[in-house]
């Protein structure tokens, strides 16, 4: 069965903080990896990775995957308030018929 | 460009009823993909329509159905409602056909079954 796992659950830093948000998954044909970022209801792209080792970054966020270790990881620089969200990490398994495998979140609090 | 849109954004009904939930895709896009969203489970997914036709479907009981109108717009239909339906239902659009997409989300509809 598909499986995408995130780590921590949640999570509470100080502005200014550096963050690392983990995915990890074991999923059948693996195509690509997405983040997502959900504050209070609508979840929004941040980024999709399909090639191993490359980094993709938007501001202070920066996201690589790795391929042979099955994860990914989200990272946030000098964070604040305004990052204070659940991020989402899915990944697109090709068994058959295409399949978006959502893992549970990191809950992410960014205290003034 | 307006965003995807869903309708209504609250419900409250009881044990057997029945619900149906209206989702607008971004002008344009012909995908759209209905999620359910609980604490316990995080995002499931329910199913997804293109061109009015159900092209993938998660593992949910034939309870939840869906369909796609001619102008992409989509519902969700959950009949004979049971407590555990109660979540938030996420709809969201793209271009295209599949799951290798970025997916555009409405804000969804909070559903509490008493």
């Known amino acids: 069965e598909d499986k995408v796992v995130q780590s921590p659950l949640s999570l509470v830093v100080h502005e200014g903080d550096t963050v690392t948000l983990n995915c990890s998954y074991e999923v059948t044909n693996f195509r690509s990896l997405l983040w997502y970022k959900q504050e209070k209801k609508a979840p929004t792209f941040l980024f999709m990775l399909t090639s191993s080792g490359i980094e993709k970054k938007s501001g202070r966020l920066s996201s690589i995957l790795d391929k042979k270790e099955l994860f990914s990881i989200l990272n946030i620089t000098a964070t604040q308030t305004g990052d204070s969200a659940i991020y989402l990490c899915a990944v697109v398994s090709q068994g058959g018929s295409e399949k978006l495998v959502f893992g549970k979140g990191t809950k992410l609090t960014v205290n003034p | 460009k307006a965003g995807v849109t869903q309708t209504p954004r609250y419900l409250i009904k009881t044990r057997g009823q029945q619900v149906t939930l209206s989702c607008s895709p971004i002008?344009?896009?012909?995908?759209v993909s209905w999620y359910q969203q609980t604490p316990g489970q995080g995002l499931q997914f329910l199913f997804e329509?293109?061109?009015?036709?159900?092209?993938n479907k998660g593992n949910f009981p034939g309870r939840f159905s869906g369909r796609q109108f001619s102008n992409s717009r989509s519902e969700m239909n959950v009949s004979t409602l049971e407590l555990g339906d109660s979540a938030l239902y996420l709809c969201?659009?793209?271009?295209?056909?599949?799951?290798?997409?970025?997916?555009?989300f409405g804000s969804g509809t909070q559903l509490s079954v008493l």
């Open positions: 969201a659009s793209s271009p295209r056909q599949g799951a290798n997409e970025k997916l555009f």
């Open positions: 329509y293109f061109s009015e036709t159900q092209r």
């Open positions: 002008s344009g896009h012909r995908s």
